[in-house]
DNA sequence: CGGAACGTTGACGTACATCAAACTAGGTGG
DNA sequence: CCACCTAGTTTGATGTACGTCAACGTTCCG
């Protein structure tokens, strides 16, 4: 890849904590052990948890895989791939409980450079035991399995997304998928702080800085979100939902007489961006 | 979702064939049993073959899951999916040994349909078996491990696929994918039949059948392409991938003095589109 | 043979990128 | 604590890639 951010200690300089029983975890209601943790034995998966500071990798595209993926315990990440002129370009952002290295399973590198967003923690896990001495735990088996389809209707929404839709579609889904996850995490759907920033919101979403604050911008006026800084508010959910259908505020002016507003739900919440 | 092409018998109204043994199948090198049927057990995986007829849904968005998923054993399908505003858009093609149904392992209703584009078939597998009465096979968990992993890595390079780049990029990586999964099932890589419309390239690639039609016409005015109707074949593959990477006819001009390509290799078969 | 999809070609408009410049905030060193 | 500096953010002016609308040609199938 071209020129990622491989500012702080290679792979291998983080904090390193001791092994970890995730019975013992706060997260444990939404992580992996979902089912249970003492029942599907899936404290004994993790190995060990990592400390990743602000802006370090977590991994390095092209680095080795060692059987091994992530759950982000606390904190936030972001995600790069290679584009097709071999650029590197954000392809996701992970919040606490979000899965990482999913996609590198049956590879032997990495295809995609995680970085922290803030200072954060991950746990370890050993996606070798899943087929090695865990395989007999059907529970944790079709746990897993859940995990991954999941992961690839999440991949495709994200594709889909990236489409057609207009530039405040985009902008609007991914504010209210940002505000559905914080919700599923126990924190305010209405009101937080962006962990990211605009470049990187604007590059995932195939955007420019530029147009990203002018959307935001477009979105205070239409009274839709309240904004300083990267502290959020979102004011009328309905009406960002509005937007993403593709009805909402298309042009600045005033509510004016819309055609008869379309019947269809929009998409579940299918997480991870 | 809105109006899918609901045409032929309704689920459940294809042609049912008896099961059938992996091993004998002409396919079994580069399908799910790849590393060996016999050997895995993949074989008794398969419950039964399904043809479906050109134009016909092989399930619907919204249909029971019961824990199925299908190998595509001969012809071709695309994939619709609803996107942000309900309306349903093409999420991928899908050739021979392709996989179908993967995403909704973990649900109970399918969140896509699917649709042939040309007579086909495909192979039921069980998904509960997989961690059922296969689950103490650990050559088969890491096969299928592998599979849905790659399936996410191909869903994030769609995605990739679809953002920042121009559309002659999306339209050069689109056909230069298909000549590799051509190649990778013995075809030739440099001449085929499109099975699909350009109303679904273009779907696909969130384009008009206009732009598809005129990028074509510049595709082969360039010298990249021959094409007579939905017939291909691809003149220049390195001139394509120069146009993926960004370089490349940027303009109708002929070949003016460009600056230094990159470095950078592109992307590898990452396949399904 | 007729009709309906599909495909091509052209003229035109617009959403968003690009370029450029000013403003703000967070961190660092004096 | 303030000066400074860089990275991030905002705002404006301008250009263009690609969508939209419209008309015509072509293929396919009943």
Redesign the pocket.
């Known amino acids: 890849m071209d020129s990622l951010p491989r500012t702080q200690a290679s792979p291998g300089g983080h904090k390193i904590l001791s092994a970890f029983d995730c019975a013992r975890c706060q997260a444990r209601g939404s992580c992996l052990p979902a089912c249970g943790a003492g029942a599907t034995g899936v404290g004994q998966l993790v190995g060990r948890r990592l400390r990743v500071a602000r802006d370090a990798p977590l991994y390095h595209c092209g680095d080795a895989v060692n059987g091994l993926f992530y759950a982000v315990r606390y904190g936030s990440f972001k995600t790069y791939r290679a584009d097709a002129g071999g650029r590197p370009r954000l392809a996701g952002f992970q919040l606490g409980t979000d899965m990482l290295g999913l996609d590198a399973i049956g590879l032997h590198q990495h295809s995609c450079t995680v970085v922290a967003l803030e200072d954060s923690e991950v746990c370890e896990v050993s996606s070798d035991s899943m087929h090695g001495k865990h395989q007999h735990n059907a529970a944790l088996q079709r746990l897993f399995h859940g995990v991954l389809s999941k992961e690839i209707a999440r991949e495709q929404y994200l594709a889909m997304l990236l489409r057609?839709?207009?530039?405040?579609?985009r902008l609007a889904a991914f504010l209210l998928q940002l505000s559905w996850r914080y919700a599923a995490r126990g924190y305010s759907a209405s009101q937080f702080r962006l962990a990211m920033?605009?470049?990187?919101i604007?590059d995932l979403l195939?955007?420019?800085?530029?147009?990203?604050?002018?959307l935001?911008?477009r979105f205070k006026q239409s009274g839709l979100i309240e904004?300083s800084?990267?502290d959020i508010r979102l004011h009328d959910a309905a009406g960002l939902k509005a937007v993403v259908v593709g009805e909402g505020d298309?042009a600045p002016a005033p509510t004016s007489t819309a055609p008869p507003p379309r019947g269809t739900e929009t998409t579940p919440d299918t997480g991870q961006q």
């Open positions: 057609n839709t207009r530039a405040d579609q920033s605009r470049i990187d604007a195939g955007l420019t800085p530029e147009s990203v604050s002018r935001l911008y904004l800084g990267r298309a």
